[in-house]
C-alpha cells in the first residue's frame, strides 16, 4: 500500500507514524506531507528517514490512501485534490465530519458501511469516539434517549502549541499561548471556539458527531467541554438515560464484551480509569459503573482513552486497515 501521512510533523500525524509501525500495516511507500516551511525536514519510520514533500507532488505520486490529520482548512482544500486522482482520504479534522455525503467512521461501530465509492472518509472528534466506543453496545441493548456529558480534556487534542504552552508555564518561560489564559494548575471550560448557542464547537461535536455515527437523531446530547492540565487522555463524565431499565450486571457483561472497551471498576481496590494509565494504549476504559439514584433508567460511567491514539491516529490507522483488507482501495 502505497500511504500519504498530511500533518506528518504534527502530534497526530507523528502518532499516525508511530501507530503504522507498530501494528505493521503494510506500506510499499510512505509520503510524509506538512506545510511549506517543512519541505525538506524529515521524519523517521521503521527505522528509515524520509523527507517532508509539498501536498502537490504527494496528490501527484496517487497514493492509495492519505491519512490526513493538518487541520480543517487545509483538508477541506486539499482532500477533494487527493481523491480526484483515486486516492481515499481518511480525515482526522472536523471538515467533513457532518457533511451528509461523508461517512463518520468508528470501525467497532460502522466501518461496515464503507464502500469503494468512499472517498472522503471522516474520523470522528476525539471525545466522540471514546464515548459511542463504550455507548453504542449499550445503546443497542437498552437505547439511549438523552447523554449529560462532561469532559476533562488533554492539552494534546489542541496540538504541539499547546504541549509547549504548559511545558513553558511549568519552566518558568515566557512563548506562545494556545489558550486565552494558562493552563497548568487550571481548567478552562472552552475546548474550540464558541458558537452562537452558547456552547463550544467541541461541545456541538459531541451532540452532532454521536447522533450520525449511532444513526439515531432522537438521542438528546448536552455536553461541557473543558480542557484540563493532563496530557495522557480525555476523560468523561457521563449521565444515561434509557428508555428501558437495566440490570447493572448486564451492562458490566456487555461493556467488558464489547471490541475496544476495558472495563476497569473495583471500588474495594480503587480501580476505575485514569489518562495516566490510559496513556499510550488503544482501548477505552470504562469504570465507576453505576446507577442513577437520582433518575428511573439511568446509568453513570467514567470513560478514558488517550486521545491521540483511539481519539485519533489509532481510529483513522484502523479505518485504513479496513480499506486495506476488504480491498475498498
Ligand atoms: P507544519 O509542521 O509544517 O506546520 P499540530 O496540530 O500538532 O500543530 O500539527 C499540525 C500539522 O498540520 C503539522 O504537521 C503541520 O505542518 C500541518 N499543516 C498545517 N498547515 C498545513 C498546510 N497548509 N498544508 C499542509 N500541512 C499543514
Known amino acids: 500500500m502505497r500511504i500519504a ?3 506528518a510533523t504534527g502530534l497526530v500525524g507523528q502518532k499516525i507514524l508511530e501507530v503504522l509501525e507498530e501494528r505493521n500495516f503494510q506500506i510499499s511507500e510512505l509520503y510524509p506531507v506538512a506545510s511549506e516551511r517543512s519541505i525538506g525536514k524529515e521524519v523517521v519510520f521503521n527505522g528509515k ?3 517532508v514533500i509539498s501536498m502537490t507532488d504527494a496528490i501527484n505520486l496517487k497514493p492509495q490512501i492519505a491519512i ?12 477533494p485534490e487527493f481523491a480526484k486522482v483515486g486516492t481515499t482520504v481518511v480525515d482526522n479534522s472536523s471538515a467533513w465530519r457532518m457533511d451528509k455525503d461523508k461517512k463518520l467512521v468508528v470501525p467497532e461501530i460502522n466501518a461496515v458501511d464503507l464502500t469503494k465509492e468512499d472517498k472522503i472518509i471522516a474520523n470522528p472528534n476525539c471525545s466522540t469516539i471514546q464515548l459511542v466506543v463504550a455507548l453504542a453496545p449499550l445503546h443497542k441493548r437498552y437505547k439511549m434517549e438523552r447523554l449529560v456529558i462532561s469532559t476533562y480534556q488533554s492539552i494534546t487534542g489542541t496540538g504541539v502549541k499547546a504541549v509547549t504552552q504548559l511545558e513553558n508555564e511549568r519552566s518558568g518561560k515566557k512563548g506562545e499561548m494556545a489558550y486565552p489564559y494558562e493552563i497548568d494548575k487550571n481548567c478552562l471550560p472552552h475546548c474550540d471556539v464558541f458558537t452562537d448557542n ?6 456541538m ?3 452532532n458527531e ?3 455515527i449511532l444513526k439515531d437523531d432522537s438521542i438528546r446530547v448536552t455536553a461541557t467541554a473543558v480542557r484540563v492540565p493532563v496530557v495522557g487522555g480525555h476523560s468523561e463524565s457521563v449521565n444515561i438515560e434509557f428508555a428501558n431499565d437495566f440490570d447493572l450486571a448486564e451492562v458490566r457483561k456487555i461493556l467488558s464484551e464489547a471490541e475496544g472497551v476495558i472495563v476497569q471498576d473495583n471500588m474495594e481496590t480503587n480501580e476505575y480509569p485514569m489518562p495516566k494509565y490510559a496513556h499510550e494504549k488503544d482501548e477505552v476504559f470504562v469504570g465507576r459503573i453505576r446507577r442513577d439514584f437520582s433518575n428511573p433508567n439511568t446509568l453513570n460511567l467514567w470513560i478514558v ?11 483513522a490507522v484502523q479505518i485504513a486497515e479496513f480499506l486495506a483488507k476488504n480491498k475498498l482501495v
Open 305 to 315: 482513552s488517550d486521545n491521540l491514539r483511539k481519539g485519533a491516529a489509532t481510529n
Open 68 to 79: 490526513f490529520s493538518a487541520g480543517g482548512d487545509t483538508s477541506l482544500k486539499w482532500a
Open 210 to 212: 454521536t447522533k450520525k
Open 49 to 51: 528517514k524520509y523527507k
Open 198 to 203: 452558547g456552547y463550544t464547537k467541541e461541545e
Open 5 to 7: 501521512v498530511v500533518g
Open 205 to 207: 461535536k459531541l451532540s
